[in-house]
């Protein structure tokens, strides 16, 4: 199943990439001057969750004594307990997490800087750069270290055990990098994911792929976009979701013949691509989680718009709402990229790493990854 993550992401390029209704066509057309030149963008997201009132309606559905085929769901103290001792959640129950991201990018080489810092509850930290190379990932030194200070931080100023653990870590982790500045994380170490960018995507010219994306979904309508003045907005939401991911699914197993070319996937897979489909149209259709929220009346919707401000700017904003109707939400998301072209981008020069695997075997007490094969 490995290269099927790469169908996966498809599935998601479909929702940015829908299809050739005159709303679809709009929705991509709009952002094609950033998939195919250089740019710079700031990314802000704002995730909010209060697990208490979700807990009651949880508590309400087991009270109803009507389980979503013939499930019950319980709520659990342990780790209400936990939560409620972390700096993760305020004392309604409010769960908070932001995140923002400077980013330079050249999507014609599938090249990426960020510079990443983030927000969970009481706790803000710069985290440090994320670096794309093609099919390559690098975390710099101090994106790896902050990770494991942002989890000291979290889990209170009590818990000495685990800040003690995790200071053990962070010396450990350095020992490792013996100085080097930058962790390497190839996609082929992830197990079962392969090549997540497909030699297809990072060989081909970006208008090349997006034209190859809109003669095989020239038959797709997605039924879910609407234009704006400046671009186009994709819905989704609890009542459509599972019917628009059904017919996506259904539609590309219909065209296996793009799947090596687009995908990298070869005709010999493609009865794995089938058993894929199925496993994800289940998972939509899942008559539990359906029946929980239809039980519970709970809805979620989730936006995408995309915009054009003017040549050299433009803007890709994601919201979703989940709750009850006509209460207040109980979760909220909030996603803005702004993008700025330009052809003034520089990128960091990546020399010396350490292999990712390499550095967790060494805190095993394993020397490398021969050795511990």
């Known amino acids: 199943m490995k290269k099927f993550l790469a169908l996966f992401l498809a599935l998601s390029c479909v929702i940015s990439i829908t299809g050739c209704s005159e709303q679809d066509k709009k929705f991509v057309e709009t952002l094609r001057p950033v998939q195919t030149n250089t740019s710079t963008s700031t990314s802000t997201v704002d995730l909010k969750f209060n697990y208490k009132e979700f807990e009651k309606i949880v508590d309400d559905i087991e009270s109803y004594k009507i389980p979503a085929d013939g499930e019950e769901y319980y709520s659990e103290e342990s780790l209400n307990d936990e939560l409620e001792q972390s700096k993760i959640v305020d004392k309604d129950g409010n769960i908070s997490v932001s995140m923002i991201a400077n980013t330079k990018s050249d999507p014609t080489k599938n090249y990426a800087d960020g510079d990443i810092s983030l927000s969970v509850g009481s706790v803000s930290l710069k985290l440090g750069n994320v670096y794309v190379r093609g099919n390559d990932i690098y975390y710099s030194r101090e994106y790896l270290l902050n990770s494991l200070t942002l989890g000291g931080l979290l889990v209170g100023s009590n818990d000495t055990e685990s800040l003690n653990e995790i200071d053990e870590l962070k010396n450990n982790v350095n020992k490792a990098l013996n100085g080097k500045k930058y962790i390497k994380v190839s996609s082929g170490v992830n197990p079962g994911t392969g090549n997540i960018v497909s030699n297809y995507a990072l060989n081909t010219r970006k208008e090349k792929q997006i034209d190859d994306f809109l003669t095989i979904f020239k038959d797709f309508n ?6 704006t003045e400046n671009g186009a907005t994709f819905e989704l939401n609890s009542d459509n979701y599972s019917a628009f991911i059904t017919r996506t699914c259904e539609y590309l197993r219909a065209r296996k013949d793009s ?3 687009l ?4 005709s010999s897979n493609y009865d794995e691509s089938d058993a894929f489909f199925d496993a994800v149209i289940a998972l939509v259709n899942n008559h539990s989680f359906n029946n929980f929220m239809e039980t519970a009346g709970l809805k979620f919707t989730v936006n995408d718009t995309v915009g054009k401000t003017d040549d ?6 994601i919201e979703g709402v989940f709750g009850k109707d006509g209460n207040d939400p109980i979760g909220t998301l909030t996603a803005k990229t702004e993008y700025t072209l330009t052809d003034n981008v520089t990128f960091e020069n990546i020399d010396e790493s350490v292999d990712y695997m390499d550095v967790m075997l060494s805190l095993l007490g394993v020397n490398t990854v021969e050795d511990a094969e």
């Open 263 to 266: 995908f990298g996937i070869e």
């Open 259 to 261: 799947y090596e070319q």
């Open 312 to 317: 050299t700017n433009y803007t890709d904003t």
């Open 222 to 227: 997605s039924l879910s976009v609407k234009e």
